[in-house]
């Protein structure tokens, strides 16, 4: 595996620590070699100044044969210095550097043109005696004369001393500063991903199954991992959206499919009791085809509900839909021998609305199962158009709904304390408010002199019923 490979493996946080601290390591470096540079320069400029000085006393003293004048004893012990020809070599010098020439003859050649500057020794490893020589040449006095060139020296003891003790201190903050770098690194890494693990172990629940779960945000703050936390958060909503669209698909499928599957299945049972001839046979085949036909239509009914369209619903005849209804669930009662009594209808011509057979046949089969359901005997309905509204009105007289329970009817799996032990889900009034506001009409609600509204119309007409637990549809006509 390459290095790039191994390094993306590492946890993020110990990368964040080490290209922080290789960072400050580059520029402690180079912050230590510019100090390190600017001592030097002045320490050296100042042996520059003593060798210039030294230089200035010294010329004048040499002979043109290269040996000092009676003037000489002026001179201290301490001056270094050595007079060479053009070829380099050792014409005299000071008591203590009376050894081999401190320069190569490349460098008096080079001393021809202009004052030379030296370093003879190193700083590390150190050396024994390390020099700093100017290198001139010597005022030509005497052209026949053998010395040509001056070399004054001075010692470096002290300013190799500085410079290495310089270097160790700053190798010392350099190693100090990393250690304090990486540790400072390292706890600001914990705490800006301190949410990320937070954030981690709450998702770590929301896969474990709990629901309702968001991602604790700080509030007050905008910065990149609380962005994430928002952002987190709304792909959370959004996808318990969509479980929850699903569920609701799910449950109204089911509870819509369940009548005409019913009723399926009762004429099937019908058919089987005796023996027909083939045109009975023939003609419980057209009605269990027209069943299917109507469950198809269901169907697709339902896939639609599952999103929203911008089409423009067909016009059906709700009054014509509203007796196929009534027709239907008449037939089956009489063939199953039921002693409950028929569903009574009025209507008052063809009531023109936008919705499909499908929804239309819906709404009503819910009306109709909810009041067969937990109504009672007789259950009547009533089609017409009153001021420009479509009005579809199902009474039964049961014993209606209380009060408390005429305000939340119409939320999912609602069901009063008497109606429990009936079948259902309790989500028929929902599939009806969802039809009626969605086709933008309006859903009452009225038993014993209460009322309870979902959704309006304009300028509906009042309700016009006894106390009888009645429910009315109102939507608006739309053109034959």
């Not at 490893?125 to 030509?140: H, I």
Request: hydrophobic fraction near 45%.
């Amino acid at each position: 595996m390459s290095l790039r490979g191994r390094v993306a493996r590492l946890p993020l946080r110990v990368r964040l620590v080490a290209g922080f601290s290789a960072t400050m390591l580059l520029v402690l470096t180079a912050a230590g070699g510019f100090v390190y540079w600017r001592v030097q320069f002045a320490l050296d400029r100042q042996l520059d100044g003593d060798l210039a000085s030294a230089t200035r006393v010294l010329a004048p003293l040499i002979q043109p044969d290269g040996t000092a004048t009676a003037d000489a004893s002026r001179l201290g012990s301490s001056e270094l210095y050595q007079v060479l020809d053009r070829q380099g070599r050792l014409l005299s010098s000071s008591p203590t550097l009376t050894r081999a020439p401190l320069v190569t003859p490349a460098t008096v050649r080079k001393t021809l043109a202009g004052p030379v500057r030296r370093d003879i020794g190193a700083l590390l490893p150190t050396t024994r005696d390390p020099l700093r020589v100017l290198v001139t040449r010597l005022p030509a006095t005497d052209p026949a004369g053998p010395a040509t060139v001056l070399v004054v020296a001075v010692r470096r003891d002290h300013r190799d001393e500085a410079l290495l003790e310089l270097l160790a201190q700053l190798a010392a903050a350099l190693f100090g500063a990393l250690l304090v770098t990486a540790f400072v690194g390292d706890r600001l890494a914990r705490f800006a991903l301190r949410p990320v693990d937070r954030y981690r172990a709450q998702a770590d629940d929301i896969i474990a199954g709990a629901s309702g779960v968001r991602l604790e945000v700080p509030p007050g703050r905008d910065d990149e991992v609380t962005r994430l936390g928002h952002t987190l958060n709304a792909m959370l909503d959004a996808l318990e959206e969509a479980v929850d669209r699903e569920r609701h698909f799910v449950n109204d499928a089911s509870h819509e499919l369940r009548t005409p599957l019913t009723l399926l299945t009762t004429r099937v049972q019908l058919a089987r009791r005796r023996t027909r001839s083939v045109g009975e046979h023939e003609a419980v085949l057209a009605e269990i085809e027209t069943d299917v036909v109507r469950l198809v239509q269901l169907a697709e009914h339902l896939l639609d509900m599952g999103h929203d369209g911008d089409g423009d619903a067909p016009v059906s005849d709700l009054a014509g839909l509203a007796g196929q209804e009534v027709a239907r669930r008449n037939a089956l009662t009489r063939a199953h021998g039921s002693p409950s009594a028929p569903v009574g209808l009025s209507t008052s011509g063809p009531v023109p609305v936008a919705l499909s057979p499908a929804a239309a046949g819906q709404l009503l089969g819910n009306l109709l199962d909810n009041a067969a359901r937990h109504g009672a005997d007789p259950v009547a309905v009533r089609v017409d158009a009153v001021r420009g509204c479509a009005r579809v009105v199902v009474t039964d007289h049961g014993g209606g709904m209380p009060p408390e329970l005429l305000a939340t009817a119409t939320r999912r799996f609602t069901r009063s304390a008497e109606s429990r032990a009936t079948q259902g889900f309790g989500l028929g009034l929902s599939l009806v408010e969802a039809t009626v506001t969605r086709a933008g009409g309006e859903l009452r609600l009225c038993s014993g002199g209460h009322h309870a509204s979902y959704g309006a119309l304009a300028e509906a007409p009042a309700c016009a019923h006894d106390g009888a637990m009645t429910v009315t549809v109102l939507l608006p006509l739309a053109r034959s």
